[in-house]
């Protein structure tokens, strides 16, 4: 069984960390979580990029936020990736198949996948 | 919504934005009802604001006029011949007790019940958007209970956030364990 003192395990692997991220903070991932992107399925897309960026290690160089209504209702779930010095990406009707190729071949790749943005859509 | 978990991320993300500092969110079930109560100590809401919540017509959204949450969740009770009610105390009017209290009581066996589906992910996802508010969750069935506290995580965590991703997966897991004992 999973006990509190695991966690006290991870509390110091973590600790360790936090003086390497500062500074490092390169990607952010923001994930709409209003009640029309939670209708339209944001809630596994948020837990496939936990999932895949912890699974890839990549936890110190991307943060995942949620944010609420962002007004684009009819393209939820949307996913925006912010890096420093580059426009914002805003991915739309997104799914958890989808939120492995981003992690896969922008998180990771630094490729946008074009034909999932909101540009491709307009 | 396709699952009633859904709209318990939904209306406890609204606990979060009333600033409550703990939002207990409790699911009791027997054979045939399942009862849902979402309790926090926000900002809550005065007569006027609390008497039109169920209007989709009422929100604080700012984007457009529309806001579908509390109107989604009574529809989903009363469709199963269950029942809703909302309360509220709003920070103005009592200063030391304040916050929002939402029940709703499904009948399970109502063909219209909304399956509840994957509440571990609407717990993990709702500690990942707000790390910093602590969140009571309590799920008891007949065969026993799934309990998480993050007040108790936080005090073993100390300055390392619940929204650490080795966190949140080791709450996925705490959870997940806690229902396989359930079967």
Known sequence: MKSLAELQAIKEKMQNKVALRDGSGEMRVVVGMATCGIAAGARPVLSTFVEEIAKENLANKVTISQTGCIGICQFEPVVEIMEAGKEKVTYVQMTPEKAKRV???HIKGGK????????NKA | ???LSLNILDISKNSVKAGAELTEIYITEDASTLTLEIKDNGCGMKKEMLDSVTDPFTTTRTTRPVGMGIPLLKLAAEMTEGSFRITSRSESEYPENH?????AVFNKNHIDFTPLGDVISSITTLIQGSPNADFL??????KGEV???TRELRAVLGD???DTFEVILWIQDYLKEQYEALK
């Open chain 2, 160 to 162: 390392v956030s619940l």
């Open chain 2, 1 to 3: 919504m396709k699952e």
């Open chain 1, 112 to 119: 946008v996948v074009a034909e999932f943005t909101l540009a």
């Open chain 2, 137 to 142: 969750f309590n799920h008891t069935t007949e």
């Open chain 2, 147 to 149: 309990t998480l506290d």
């Open chain 1, 103 to 105: 992690v896969e071949e």
């Open chain 2, 99 to 103: 916050g929002t209290e939402v029940t």
